[in-house]
C-alpha cells in the first residue's frame, strides 16, 4: 500500500485574519504525518527559507523543496490551483484526489475564482452554494482561524488532524483497492452488455463489493458495463448488482432460481448460492431484459 511518508517539519506557518478551507485543510494534510504547531501569523525570510518549515497559502513562493506552498502569484488565467493542491500534488496524491474527491475542484474554483464565477461553472445559481453551506464548515474555519497558535492536544489540532488523516487514508486506501480489483476482477461479456466478476480472493475484503463501482468509472467501462458480481462476505456464493441503478438489468427475473435465496423487490440486487462462473453468467443473463 502507498503510504504518505512523514516530512522533517517542525512547523507549520499559514496566514493571520480569516481562514479559508483551502488553508484549512492544507494544514489538516500536513498534520496528518507531522504532529507539529500550526502558527497563523506572517512568515519571515528565515521561514520561507527554511525547508523545515512549512509555509501555506502566505509568501508569494511555491517551492516545495521548501516546503512554500502559495498560489496567490500565479496568473489569472491558470487553472485554479489552491494551497490544497499544492500540498496534495507534493505528497503525490493530487491526482488521484482529484479523480476521487469530488469536491476538490469545486473548492479549487472557490479559492480562486470566488463564487459567482464558480456558480457559473457549475452551470448552477450563485444562492445554490450559499444553501449547501454547513455549520461544521462554519464553525471549524471560525475557531482556526479565531487563535494564533494551535498546538497537540487541543479540540481544533486534534479535529484538524483527523480530518487530514482520514483524507489521505481515503485517498491512498482507494487507489489500493482500485489497483486490487484491476489485478484480479474480470469483464464477463455478453450481448448487448458486459459484467465484472471480482472472484473470491485470500484473505477476503471486508466488504467485497467496495470501489467495483469507482473502478469501472476510472476505466471507461461505464458504457458497457451492467452488472458487478463479487463474493458474499456472508456466505459462501455471491452477490450480484446492477451498475449505476441501470433499469435493463432486473434481478427479480431470477427469484424462482433455486440456487438464489435473495432478490430485492425493486430489482437491484441479488444473493446466490452459486459459486461457478457458468452459473453466475447464466443467472445475470436472465437477468438482463432488452
Not at 457549475?122 to 475557531?143: C, Q
Request: negative net charge; hydrophobic residues 35%; charged residues 25%.
Amino acid at each position: 500500500m502507498f503510504e504518505v511518508p512523514p516530512m522533517p517539519i517542525t512547523t507549520i506557518v499559514t496566514h493571520p485574519g480569516g481562514a479559508h478551507k483551502d488553508d484549512f485543510l492544507a494544514c489538516c494534510v500536513l498534520l496528518a504525518k507531522n504532529p507539529i504547531r500550526i502558527e497563523r501569523r506572517d512568515p519571515t525570510e528565515d521561514d520561507l527559507s527554511s525547508a523545515e518549515i512549512a509555509v501555506v497559502d502566505i509568501g508569494h513562493r511555491h517551492e516545495p523543496a521548501k516546503l512554500n506552498f502559495d498560489h496567490h502569484q500565479f496568473p489569472r488565467e491558470q487553472t485554479p490551483t489552491c494551497a490544497l493542491s499544492l500540498v496534495l500534488q507534493h505528497l503525490r496524491v493530487y491526482d488521484d484526489a482529484k479523480q476521487f474527491c469530488d469536491w476538490l475542484e469545486t473548492s479549487e474554483w472557490l479559492d480562486c475564482r470566488g463564487p459567482g464565477n464558480t456558480a457559473e461553472w457549475l452551470g448552477t445559481g450563485r444562492d445554490i452554494l450559499a444553501k449547501l453551506n454547513s455549520p461544521i464548515d462554519v464553525t471549524l474555519l471560525r475557531r482556526f482561524a479565531a487563535k494564533e497558535l494551535h498546538q497537540p492536544g487541543e479540540p481544533i489540532w486534534e479535529i484538524m488532524r483527523m480530518i487530514g488523516q482520514d483524507l489521505i487514508g481515503f485517498i491512498t486506501g482507494l487507489r489500493e483497492r482500485i489497483n486490487y480489483i484491476a489485478e484480479h476482477a474480470e469483464i464477463w461479456k455478453f450481448d448487448g452488455f458486459s459484467a465484472l466478476f471480482m472472484p473470491r480472493t485470500e484473505p477476503l475484503s471486508e466488504e467485497p463489493s467496495a470501489r467495483m463501482g469507482r473502478y469501472i468509472e476510472q476505466a471507461g467501462l461505464g458504457d458497457e458495463v451492467l452488472a458487478t458480481i463479487y463474493p458474499d462476505r456472508r456466505g459462501e456464493g455471491y452477490g450480484m448488482r446492477r451498475y449505476n441503478d441501470d433499469p435493463r438489468l432486473n434481478f427479480t427475473r431470477i427469484d424462482e432460481e433455486p440456487d438464489v435465496h435473495f432478490t430485492h423487490k425493486q430489482g437491484f440486487i441479488a444473493k446466490t448460492s452459486a459459486i461457478t462462473p457458468e452459473r453466475l453468467k447464466s443467472l445475470v443473463v436472465q437477468s438482463f431484459t432488452v
